[in-house]
């Protein structure tokens, strides 16, 4: 039986990085018997070397609402002559009960051995509030997405959705903190895969969608607000995506402007109020999954 393995996130945990480096060496990875396959990587889409768009079919968004696409990658699958796929996708991290059944579903009668990469909660949500500012035009406070986005530092639920299915063999947590810098991120995930790294270290490029400094993403999320507030009409959107643009790129005058921000607001994010209000929301989940999952050793990497 051919294995599949499903990395799904969690997001800000250099998914990109891998996926990366994975559709960087996909010939050499079909020389060592896995595929990463072609199928459900948007080549439409900012972000072209992950299978977003087998998440999006499963959760019927962005119009994959049909399972063309899953039977397209089973037979990419069954053609590959190796006995092992990688499928990477950070927004499986989200998926609902129901989601993941349609997913497990989808990839029978495929072995399913998960993946995922967890980082301290309060790393994770200035990570997401540093991408939501810069993607989404986002422009509230910190603390109003620590509010927002809570949920998605329970742990222990979101791995209790995934474990809960028999057809899932395995859920191999590993922790972003630990393996970032030694051995480094692509040979942790080469590690948890079966992959020779030797063999293709030389595809690991520089990390990817790395979030901005504090001063960006304060002087981003004030022009998001301008935005918000200021007229519609062409020539002030131009200007206001044009400042956006220069600030994200640190180009003039986006570079003085951030500068100026941080002389005026260089406070941190995860302030000691943010952590204690964290801590409150999550901290007897938060224990149970360490007791559960990780061994004594490595609590300090998903510290609250």
């Given at each position: 039986?051919?294995?599949?393995?499903?990395?799904?996130?969690?997001?800000?945990?250099?998914?990109?990085?891998?996926?990366?480096?994975?559709?960087?060496?996909?010939?050499?990875?079909?020389?060592?018997?896995?595929?990463?396959?072609?199928?459900?990587?948007?080549?439409?889409?900012?972000?072209?070397?992950?299978?977003?768009?087998?998440?999006?079919?499963?959760?019927?968004?962005?119009?994959?609402?049909?399972?063309?696409?899953?039977?397209?990658?089973?037979?990419?699958?069954?053609?590959?002559?190796?006995?092992?796929?990688?499928?990477?996708?950070?927004?499986f991290e989200t998926c609902t009960t129901q989601e993941?059944?349609?997913?497990?579903n989808q990839l029978s009668p495929f072995s399913i051995?998960?993946?995922?990469?967890?980082?301290?909660?309060?790393?994770?949500?200035?990570?997401?509030?540093?991408?939501?500012?810069?993607?989404?035009?986002?422009?509230?406070?910190?603390?109003?997405?620590?509010?927002?986005?809570?949920?998605?530092?329970?742990?222990?639920?979101?791995?209790?959705?995934?474990?809960?299915?028999?057809?899932?063999?395995?859920?191999?947590?590993?922790?972003?903190?630990?393996?970032?810098?030694?051995?480094?991120?692509?040979?942790?995930?080469?590690?948890?895969?079966?992959?020779?790294?030797?063999?293709?270290?030389?595809?690991?490029?520089?990390?990817?969608?790395?979030?901005?400094?504090?001063?960006?993403?304060?002087?981003?999320?004030?022009?998001?607000?301008?935005?918000?507030?200021?007229?519609?009409?062409?020539?002030?959107?131009?200007?206001?995506?044009?400042?956006?643009?220069?600030?994200?790129?640190?180009?003039?005058?986006?570079?003085?402007?951030?500068?100026?921000?941080?002389?005026?607001?260089?406070?941190?994010?995860?302030?000691?109020?943010?952590?204690?209000?964290?801590?409150?929301?999550?901290?007897?989940?938060?224990k149970e999954f360490l007791s559960t999952y990780l061994?004594?050793?490595?609590?300090?990497?998903?510290?609250?």
């Amino acid at each position: 039986m051919k294995t599949v393995y499903l990395h799904i996130g969690t997001h800000k945990t250099g998914s990109t990085s891998i996926q990366k480096f994975l559709a960087a060496a996909d010939e050499a990875l079909k020389e060592q018997g896995i595929l990463y396959p072609k199928t459900g990587r948007p080549r439409e889409n900012w972000s072209p070397y992950g299978h977003h768009k087998l998440r999006w079919a499963v959760a019927g968004e962005w119009k994959q609402k049909d399972k063309r696409i899953w039977e397209e990658l089973r037979q990419e699958v069954c053609q590959h002559p190796g006995d092992r796929a990688i499928v990477s996708a950070e927004g499986f991290e989200t998926c609902t009960t129901q989601e993941i059944r349609r997913l497990v579903n989808q990839l029978s009668p495929f072995s399913i051995r998960v993946i995922l990469y967890l980082r301290p909660p309060a790393q994770f949500l200035r990570a997401a509030y540093a991408q939501r500012v810069k993607m989404e035009k986002y422009h509230a406070s910190f603390s109003q997405c620590v509010d927002d986005m809570i949920s998605r530092c329970d742990y222990l639920g979101l791995v209790s959705r995934w474990e809960r299915f028999e057809e899932i063999e395995s859920i191999h947590i590993r922790l972003f903190d630990k393996v970032k810098n030694e051995p480094g991120l692509e040979a942790s995930f080469a590690d948890a895969t079966g992959i020779g790294f030797s063999r293709v270290r030389s595809f690991v490029g520089p990390p990817a969608n790395t979030s901005p400094p504090n001063s960006v993403i304060q002087t981003v999320r004030w022009i998001n607000k301008i935005e918000k507030a200021g007229p519609t009409f062409r020539p002030f959107q131009e200007l206001i995506d044009r400042m956006r643009g220069n600030v994200l790129g640190r180009r003039w005058p986006g570079r003085w402007i951030s500068y100026t921000a941080n002389l005026v607001s260089c406070n941190s994010f995860v302030t000691y109020r943010i952590k204690k209000r964290i801590r409150g929301k999550i901290l007897r989940r938060h224990k149970e999954f360490l007791s559960t999952y990780l061994e004594n050793k490595d609590y300090k990497y998903l510290n609250l």
